[in-house]
């Protein structure tokens, strides 16, 4: 909708003033922000004198920029202001962190899983989301879940989680988010992405495509800071692409996919020392760390380093990136043999791409992608409107 009326123009001014603070992560200034919007410094500050009014956003004296000119004006997320509770329910563990604005993650707790069954990890993702929503009590703006599995949308039902064992679980009834919070729950792999895209390496990039493995391999095709969710939210499970040359059989029943060459079982398998999927993990760490010295396992890295770049060609081929990033797994078999996925992306890449293959690095945020995304996709909603935003939290001062 164009603005037309003075309230629906200063509403629209609130929401680019509030989204670019927010975006600088509390690196911002009143020149910048009438830079950015194209505006006067007099029409930047009246949208920040409203901002703050609101509760969202503080003032502040400037450091110094050495430039000659009138001085500027420091902006910074309001301390007191919103915070999104994010929660992530992983393999391992239920982790969890408060959010605010400017999208920095706060401390996070993390409660160990002894057992997948579903009403247990709910039940600590229970505890964990209630002891935050206690915590930030007013200032909550909402909840956002990061979950490793493909979730179908928009109902957040999961669909699959394989290495949780999960089919059809129905996560949001379990965990008794209160009426009226907003809420959202996502695929682990989409919102991490997301966080790289926004806060990484692909800030201000059109198009990042964003690889993780751990035992399996997913991703997410970020196209100007959205995540490409597909019609169901099912999109991304790059790991099953027919890419893999063996014919190995598949976890998911099919044959030939990629993951089945490149991801952590398939590194302990190349190495001849078939593993468990929950011994993976660590049967590929010490492969990765013993390549240096140890002929097999630099042998067993280089089969899957191939596999990774001649997969990652088909995928430029397929989206032109401007970015591609790795995580978790996939990153550690970059690090430990980046010429070996570079040329093997090479020669699976068109003619048109070589010489010119966009840059492969690792993910700017380890393994807390999930939570940063998280708070990053629900705050992409709560920025659309300040005025709520600010009534619901009761952040003014
Ligand atoms: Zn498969």
Redo the contacts with the bound molecule.
């Keep these: 909708m164009i603005p037309s009326t003075a309230a629906e123009l200063r509403r629209a001014g609130l929401v680019r003033a509030l989204r670019a603070v927010h975006a600088a992560g509390g690196q911002h200034t009143r020149a910048r922000l009438a830079r950015e919007l194209s505006c006067t410094r007099a029409t930047a500050a009246a949208l920040v004198a409203d901002l703050a009014e609101l509760g969202l956003v503080a003032e502040g004296a400037a450091a110094p920029s050495g430039r000659r000119g009138r001085p500027t004006t420091a902006l910074t997320p309001a301390p007191g202001g919103p915070v999104v509770v994010v929660l992530e329910i992983a393999v391992d563990a239920v982790r969890d962190a408060a959010v605010g604005l400017g999208g920095r993650l706060g401390e996070i707790r993390a409660a160990p899983l002894a057992s997948h069954e579903p009403d247990r990890v709910l039940g600590l993702a229970r505890a964990a989301l209630h002891e935050r929503l206690r915590a930030a009590g007013r200032r909550c703006a909402g909840v956002a879940i990061s979950m490793y599995g493909i979730v179908e949308q928009p109902t957040g039902v999961v669909a699959s989680a394989p290495n949780l064992g999960w089919d059809d679980v129905d996560v949001l009834p379990h965990l008794g988010v209160p009426a009226g919070l907003p809420v959202l729950v996502d695929n682990v792999a989409h919102l991490s992405a997301l966080a790289d895209a926004r806060r990484g390496r692909g800030r201000g990039l059109g198009c990042v495509l964003y690889l993780h493995a751990a035992v399996g391999l997913g991703g997410a095709l970020v196209l100007d800071g959205s995540p490409l969710r597909g019609r169901r939210g099912f999109a991304g499970e790059y790991?099953?692409l027919p890419l893999g040359e063996h014919g190995l059989p598949?976890?998911?029943g099919?044959r030939g996919?990629w993951?089945t060459e490149v991801d952590q079982l398939a590194l302990a398998r190349a190495a001849g020392r078939e593993t468990p999927p929950h011994a993976a993990a660590a049967t590929a760490t010490a492969l990765l760390a013993g390549a240096a010295t140890d002929p097999q396992a630099r042998r067993a890295v280089h089969d899957v380093a191939r596999g990774l770049g001649r997969g990652i060609g088909a995928l430029v081929n397929a989206h032109d990136p401007d970015l591609v990033v790795l995580a978790g797994h996939a990153a550690a078999v970059h690090a430990a043999a980046p010429d070996v996925v570079h040329d093997a992306a090479g020669h699976a890449a068109l003619r048109v791409h070589r010489g010119a293959l966009p840059p492969i690095v690792p993910t700017a945020f380890g393994e807390d992608g999930g939570l940063v995304g998280a708070a990053e996709s629900l705050f992409d909603r709560l920025l659309e409107d300040p005025i709520a935003l600010a009534a619901s939290t009761e952040a003014r001062s």
Excluded: K, L
């Design positions: 790991g099953h598949c976890r998911c099919a996919c993951e």
